[in-house]
């Protein structure tokens, strides 16, 4: 034996599909709307710090950290990332040296050094730089520069 259904027809159409339409319309009302990543949105925009940055800098992770710092490679100092920032941030690249641009260039002039980094990974770090000449080991490097950053 069989359970009975309805199929008069209503305005054309069966019964259960009417009431199926109506019990479909009424949960998805219930459910959260339906969230799509747009592909097409922007990365999040680079934080830049220098020297003088002092506050704490907060990332969301795939966003570039771009820290340029005064350096005179002339007289054979250079900044160098010191390691114990990974896997929270990512180094890319090299870092950039870009000389003065005001004329008259003069010899011995510093310019700046630029590091890029990218928000690898959720957690907190100290990326810590150091200002020394490469070639003379066991010397305290001349100047430091310490940022606090947190990815999120």
């Known amino acids: 034996m069989t359970a009975p259904t309805l199929t008069a027809p209503v305005g ?3 019964l259960p599909c009417v009431v199926l339409a109506a019990v479909g319309l ?3 009302g219930c459910s959260p709307p339906l969230t799509v990543e747009n592909p097409w949105t922007p990365p999040p925009l680079a934080i830049r ?3 003088t940055t002092t506050a704490p800098i907060a990332l969301v992770r795939g966003q570039t950290l771009v820290v340029t710092l005064d350096a005179n490679v002339t007289t054979g100092f250079r900044w160098e990332a010191v390691a114990g ?3 929270t941030l990512m180094q890319v690249g090299t870092a950039d040296y870009v000389a003065p641009a005001s ?3 003069e010899v011995g002039a510093p310019g700046t050094m ?3 980094f990218r928000a690898a990974n959720a957690g907190t770090t100290t990326l810590e730089f150091a200002y020394r000449r490469p ?3 066991n010397v305290a490097p ?3 520069a310490r940022y606090d950053v947190a990815v999120r």
């Open 26 to 28: 009424l949960l998805a």
């Open 12 to 14: 054309g159409a069966a």
């Open 49 to 51: 710090a220098d020297a």
């Open 114 to 116: 630029t590091f890029r």
């Open 135 to 137: 070639f003379e080991t």
């Open 103 to 105: 004329p008259p260039a």
């Open 85 to 87: 920032f990974e896997p």
């Open 142 to 144: 001349a100047k430091t």
